[in-house]
Structures are given as C-alpha cells and as structure tokens.
C-alpha cells in the first residue's frame, strides 16, 4: 500500500459527460501528479501541484482541469469526454526534494 | 522536448540475468529512476541514481552514466514474479519536478 488514494477504482461514462477523479496523498506529502496511461503507453504527465498551487504543466487538454485543496487532497476534472480519454489515471505524491513518487492504484476511465 | 529511450520488450529465461537499457537528453538532468508495473497495478519505485555508478538493492540493480545520458536496469536471478514492465524515469532541474516517463520495457520472464 502506497498510501496513496484514489476513486473511484472503475468509472464508465457516456462521451460528452464531465467525470471527477479524486487523489488523498499520502500524509505529508505537498506534491500531487496526474498522470494518464493509455493502453500499452508510457505514464503521460498531466499536472503538478505543490502545496494547493499548480507547480508544473504537462500535456494536459483545455477540457481537462485540476485543483488541490487546502487538506492536500487533489481532483482531476475531466469533461466533453471523447473515446480516446479512456485510460487508467494515475495520481502520484511525494514529499519536497524527494526523488520517489508514490503512486495511487489509478482509476480505469471507460468513455462510451 | 524530453524524451527517453527503452527496448519495448524483452525476454529471458528463469533465473538468468537481464540488463534493460534507458538513454535520455541531457539538458537539465537531475536524476534517473526505475519503476516497476504488474499489468493493472500501480508503478512502483525500484531504484534511483543522480551520481554515476551501480546502486545495488538486492536482486535489481541500477547504473548511471551521467557523460553518456545512459542509464541500466539490471535484474538478476529473475523469477516469473519477475515479468513486468518497467519504467525508466527522469527528472529535471531539481527533486521537486514531475518524472517524465520512457514508454517502458514489457518483461517477460519464461521457464
């Protein structure tokens, strides 16, 4: 158990809906990580925040969006969903200066 | 942009030795780390390097060449448990930024 928590674990959902993926890091740490991972893909960096501040942007789309609130806890909101938004989505933590990342069990995003 | 370099797969037999390979671009390196990840799990953390040479953690081990923007992942007495896809990963800049993530090397271990 990493100490990472996310959900909902499976999540299926009709194209055009907006869906919210919830991340509690583990306690203390101040650094949250989106990732999405596409079948037979690589980790793909969405966002960071540090702290309740977005620290560092990666390719994430304008229909998708974050936030981190002020008990660490972080959302990735995700709208007007298309079929190729189905992945796994993982949230990641980590404590300042620290080389590892913690990584949740992911949420499987099925778009129909 | 950043991009890493990793075989996207490799095979080898029970209880051999197996060395997966990761080259990256230099500017701004920080360090290299290793994750490992079961189909439908979560990466886990292996094994990090920001100086050259071998760090050893059991059966896995890493090496890092700074000069030559190259790193190795090297597994030794592999078992089935073994058979995995695994992760090279580095940051830049500093401890503090994301992990960028090569597409991973898929593992699989045979009797």
């Given at each position: 158990?990493s100490?990472?928590?996310q959900t ?6 009709a194209?055009g809906?907006?869906?919210t993926l919830r991340c ?10 989106w ?6 893909q ?6 960071q925040y540090?702290?309740g ?15 981190q609130?002020p008990d ?19 949230c990641?933590s980590s404590?300042?200066?620290?080389t590892e ?8 995003l099925t778009v129909v | 942009?950043?991009s890493l ?6 095979t080898?037999v029970e209880?051999a ?6 080259t990256y671009?230099t ?5 290299l780390s ?7 799990g979560?990466?886990t ?7 050259d040479?071998?760090e050893e953690?059991?059966r896995?081990s890493?090496?890092l060449?700074?000069?030559?923007s190259y790193g190795?992942l090297?597994l030794?007495?592999?078992?089935m448990k073994?058979?995995a896809?695994y992760?090279?990963a580095?940051?830049?800049d ?9 597409k991973g ?7």
């Amino acid at each position: 158990d990493s100490g990472v928590t996310q959900t909902p674990k499976h999540l299926i959902t009709a194209t055009g809906q907006r869906v919210t993926l919830r991340c509690s890091p583990r306690s203390g740490d101040l650094s949250v990580y989106w990732y999405q991972q596409s079948l037979d893909q690589g980790l793909q960096f969405l966002i960071q925040y540090y702290n309740g501040e977005e620290r560092a942007k990666g390719n994430i789309l304008e229909r998708f969006s974050a936030q981190q609130f002020p008990d660490l806890h972080s959302e990735l909101n995700l709208s007007s969903l298309e079929l190729g938004d189905s992945a796994l989505y993982f949230c990641a933590s980590s404590a300042e200066m620290n080389t590892e990342a913690f990584f949740g069990q992911g949420t499987r995003l099925t778009v129909v | 942009g950043q991009s890493l370099e990793q075989p996207s797969e490799v095979t080898a037999v029970e209880g051999a030795i197996v060395q997966i390979n990761c080259t990256y671009q230099t500017s701004g390196f920080y360090g290299l780390s290793w994750y490992q990840q079961h189909d439908g799990g979560a990466p886990t953390f292996l094994s990090y390097n920001a100086l050259d040479g071998l760090e050893e953690t059991g059966r896995f081990s890493s090496f890092l060449s700074r000069s030559d923007s190259y790193g190795y992942l090297l597994l030794q007495e592999l078992q089935m448990k073994d058979s995995a896809s695994y992760f090279c990963a580095v940051r830049y800049d500093s401890g503090n930024t994301p992990l960028v993530f090569g597409k991973g090397t898929r593992l699989s271990v045979i009797a």
